[in-house]
């Protein structure tokens, strides 16, 4: 079962980086095709970018800005984000891609001046 635990979130200023990190308790990250989602303030919940398990990234139109990785060794998943927007502000969550129903309960951006 998976015990996602998202983290490093917070307040930063447009154009600046954050990197957020994800850890699972449970067994199912280092074995799984990962993803970042986020869901921003009335808005359906979304894909970011998401990591195959052999680290091969694929991004979306979101994270053309953002970098992933995952280290499976520490069970521990990154969305490293530079030249951040207003538009970024969000929950962000991390899940296997597909998604499962397991949720953690996200880490919050917020980008502003």
């Known amino acids: 079962q998976a015990q996602f635990v998202e983290s490093g979130g917070g307040l930063v200023q447009p154009g600046g980086s954050l990197t957020l990190s994800c850890v699972d308790s449970?067994?199912?990250?280092?074995?799984?095709?990962m993803a970042w989602y986020r869901q921003s303030s009335g808005n359906e919940r979304e894909l970011v970018a998401r990591?195959?398990?052999?680290?091969?990234p694929h991004y979306t139109r979101y994270s053309g800005r953002f970098t992933i990785r995952r280290d499976n060794t520490k069970s521990t998943m990154f969305l490293y984000m530079s030249g951040m927007a207003p538009v970024d502000t969000a929950v962000y969550y991390c899940?296997?891609?597909?998604?499962?129903?397991?949720w953690g309960q996200g880490t919050q951006v917020t980008v502003s001046s």
């Open positions: 899940n296997t891609w597909p998604a499962g129903a397991d």
């Open positions: 449970g067994d199912i990250l280092k074995v799984s095709n």
């Open positions: 990591i195959t398990v052999d680290g091969r």
